[in-house]
């Protein structure tokens, strides 16, 4: 029988190659209920699809594919009790949230009049995004410090410092990890209030991991004592209401789009795709899944890496637009205009 698969229908590139094969269907996330997906086999959603027993009791949905890194919408207890199988996307859009990280730096260097060269950055989760991250910060000529309990538990410490370092002895400090609350590994509000008394050197804080990691409140306690000299924030607390106050103090601002380029998601189409295939033996040929050209190579000099960063992405504009209209969250999310990734590269000349 031909699966019954319901999709987002915000997930891009995917239309029209499962219709062969499957009885598919398209909805917004907010029309996925209970009583919608209830005769479904197969879920392709969105971060925006809390898919828990309120979503799935007495449904026939028998797997859950979801266009996205993260996967805390997904209550996976419920899912391994009642039989469900659930894939993510590790690793889509690594690129395109390191392009973010680029364009967010770039952006501070510039604006304060300063290099890059020599800061200490601490990267505090080096998965799939935060080792994409570090690569970046090694073109860049940065000191680099990783915090990563998980990696430091099962590699050995050498390569890992604690939070507690980075927070005494680094510039700027970026959080990509899950966002997770039970042991032995929880991240929920890791930078709160005990993290931020310890900053030593006013950091710039950025997160484009999960809103939750980083105490909104605890944050700006700490710019108004001059611990943070500024943040970039692209995941928040409560998405989609934001916290206006933070959300103008912020050097950047963002509708939780740093992974959104055209290429990022393509990557996460096609994973879902092939998560979707195998679990049912469709059959189809997905070796051709390709939507969007590749990616532009560029080659630059040290000198001019910065200013490439800031090409390859106007970061600002995202900011402008959600400060003007911070109600328009979920609309600037939907309609996010087609972003493509530039693969930089140092030329040694």
Not at 7 to 20: A, C, H, V
Not at 36 to 63: E, K, M, P, S, Y
Not at 171 to 196: E, K, N, Q, V, W
Request: proline fraction near 5%.
């Amino acid at each position: 029988m031909r699966p019954r698969i319901i999709i987002d229908r915000n997930i891009p590139f995917i239309e029209g190659i499962l219709e062969p094969v499957a009885d598919v269907t398209y909805m917004p996330a907010s029309e996925m209920t209970n009583s919608t997906v209830r005769t479904a086999d197969c879920l392709i959603v969105r971060t925006r699809t809390h898919c828990g027993a309120a979503l799935l009791d007495d449904t026939n949905i028998r797997l859950i594919a979801t266009a996205t890194i993260g996967y805390d919408h997904i209550d996976t207890e419920y899912c391994a009790a009642h039989g469900i199988t659930w894939h993510n996307a590790p690793g889509c859009n690594a690129s395109s949230v390191q392009q973010y990280i680029g364009a967010a730096l770039a952006e501070w260097a510039a604006a304060h009049g300063t290099g890059l060269n020599g800061k200490t950055v601490g990267i505090v989760g080096v998965g799939h995004v935060g080792s994409k991250v570090e690569g970046l910060c090694s073109m860049l000529g940065m000191n680099i410090l990783r915090c990563d309990p998980p990696r430091a538990d099962r590699e050995g410490p050498s390569s890992f410092t604690s939070l507690d370092a980075i927070a005494s002895e680094a510039d700027i400090i970026t959080f990509h990890t899950p966002l997770t609350t039970s042991d032995p590994y929880p991240t929920c509000r890791m930078a709160g209030s005990l993290f931020f008394s310890r900053l030593k050197k006013r950091p710039l804080i950025i997160n484009a991991a999960r809103g939750g990691i980083i105490d909104e409140a605890a944050l700006m306690q700490a710019m108004d004592a001059d611990r943070v000299s500024g943040c970039v924030i692209d995941c928040w607390e409560n998405e989609p209401q934001l916290d206006r106050t933070l959300l103008q103090r912020a050097f950047i601002a963002t509708p939780h789009i740093a992974g959104y380029s055209a290429d990022g998601k393509a990557t996460a189409t096609l994973m879902s795709l092939t998560a979707v295939n195998r679990f049912f033996s469709l059959g189809l040929d997905l070796s051709r899944f390709a939507p969007i050209p590749q990616r532009q190579l560029v080659k630059v000099s040290e000198s001019e890496l910065v200013n490439a960063l800031r090409a390859s992405y106007d970061i600002r504009r995202d900011s402008l637009l959600l400060k003007a209209s911070p109600g328009k969250f979920e609309y600037f999310r939907s309609h996010y205009p087609i972003r493509r990734e530039t693969e930089i590269i140092l030329s040694r000349r």
